[in-house]
């Protein structure tokens, strides 16, 4: 659980901390969600055709636990608190629903925001100054929102495809640089990069279970193992991830 | 009372009559099947929020959801018009997960006699929400709207305790 929130806890103490007692806590697998996303009504085209990378930053933000809550974010995508405003549901109201469930609402909520203006930019560019996007690297933005994403696109522009840390001029997110605009990390100080690489280790290790089936209209390359090397792995290196564009963009 | 008296009276209330008026904005629910203000506001939004809560009605539990959406709004009085605001809690994008931030939809329209004039939209201010059941009940953190009736414009700022950011959009009212 993280980078869509603002995760004062490690992902460790999430998944496993003391939690709320839910009686229908489920574990699902990055497969799970990519299947999720995909019998969703109210998922984008967008979402749809990144399902199993979607699946892959469920597992690296919730460890694809239902009930996985640092108190400020919820569930297996972290949906924020203030997400949950427009859903009638309260946040242990949400935490309790199944799998599908939040997703549908999650896919509602945040789908059509945050797959505008940087994502788009993003998933149009195979590499910033020399520097690899990867199917990770969109979903960091994706969680991170606009924002975020356009700054952190920004400062690889300007500094070599370098993305900004809090070593090298980085901004955190505070309510302060969201209203001037100049935040480029996350609460956490993380980067798309960064917490990029962290999505793509988990999608890289979905592989042998997230199939081009459930990912996106069979034989694409956004899931890995799927497309022209069914069951294989894709090599670790986010050089080397398949990243895929949405439909309107390809 | 001779004339300047009066003028030194009536310079006071001038003056206070021409300050800026800071309100912050308020949850409010709206139904999204009848005519009402905020639907009017927002005929874009509806249809997607009003086929989204029909769907959460059909999940398991969610069949006693209303249909019912969500926006933060205030309201100011310019030249007889009724001048208002409205942020949209829907299609709001993440502003790095902070729990009570977001960027979402916000209109400014005035209402004069039935009529209503669409006179600012923001696709993404940066706003702070709460949860439905609490709607903006901390008075710590809050989004200010404020109306200058002296240049007509009206700016917004986030406050979370004392700390006040001031936001760069602005809306002219005519």
Not at chain 1, 218 to 235: A, E, L, R, Y
């Amino acid at each position: 659980m993280r980078a869509s929130t603002l995760l004062l806890f490690p992902i460790a103490a999430v998944v496993s901390g003391p939690q709320l007692a839910f009686a229908d806590c489920q574990t699902v697998s990055a497969s799970d969600v990519a299947q999720d996303i995909q019998n969703c009504p109210s998922a984008n085209n967008t979402l749809k055709s990144n399902a199993c990378n979607f699946g892959g930053a469920a597992i690296a933000e919730s460890g694809g636990n239902t009930c996985a809550s640092n108190g400020n974010n919820f569930g297996l995508l972290q949906l924020t608190r203030s997400n949950l405003t427009n859903t009638g549901y309260s946040s242990s109201q949400y935490l309790n629903l199944s799998a599908q469930q939040q997703v549908c609402i999650w896919a509602q909520q945040v789908g059509n925001s945050n797959t505008s203006g940087a994502y788009q930019t993003l998933a149009n560019s195979g590499s910033i100054n020399g520097t690899p996007v990867t199917a990770g690297m969109l979903a960091a933005c994706f969680q991170f929102g606009p924002l975020i994403c356009k700054n952190d696109l920004a400062f690889m522009r300007a500094n070599g495809g370098a993305c900004p840390t809090i070593g090298n001029g980085g901004v955190r997110a505070t309510g302060q640089s969201l209203s001037n605009g100049s935040a480029n990390l996350d609460g956490n100080n993380q980067s798309i990069c960064s917490w990029g690489q962290s999505i793509q280790n988990k999608i890289n290790q979905a592989a042998a279970t997230c199939n081009a089936s459930n990912g996106a209209g069979g034989g694409g390359t956004n899931c890995p193992g799927g497309g022209t090397t069914p069951g294989g792995v894709i090599p670790p290196s986010p050089g080397n991830a398949p990243v895929s564009l949405p439909a309107n963009l390809a | 009372m001779s004339g300047a008296l009066i003028l030194a009276m009536l310079a006071p209330l001038s003056a206070s009559a021409e300050q800026a008026i800071s309100h912050r904005l308020s949850a409010q629910t709206f139904s999204l099947t009848d005519s009402n203000l905020q639907a009017r506001i927002w005929p874009d939004q509806v249809p997607d929020m009003l086929k989204f809560r029909k769907y959460l009605q059909s999940t398991p539990g969610g069949a006693d959801k209303p249909l019912l959406g969500v926006v933060y709004t205030t309201t100011f009085q310019h030249e007889g018009k009724q001048i208002v605001v409205s942020v949209i809690s829907n299609n709001c994008a993440n502003a790095g997960g902070f729990p009570n931030l977001l960027f979402c939809p916000m209109r400014v329209v005035s209402l004069s006699g039935g009529r209503l004039e669409v006179l600012g939209d923001i696709p993404d201010l940066l706003v702070t929400v709460s949860e439905a059941d609490a709607p903006q009940s901390s008075t710590k953190k809050a989004t200010i709207a404020t109306y200058d009736p002296q240049t007509h414009e009206i700016t917004f700022a986030n406050v979370d305790g004392n700390e006040r950011t001031k936001l760069s959009q602005k809306v002219i009212v005519r």
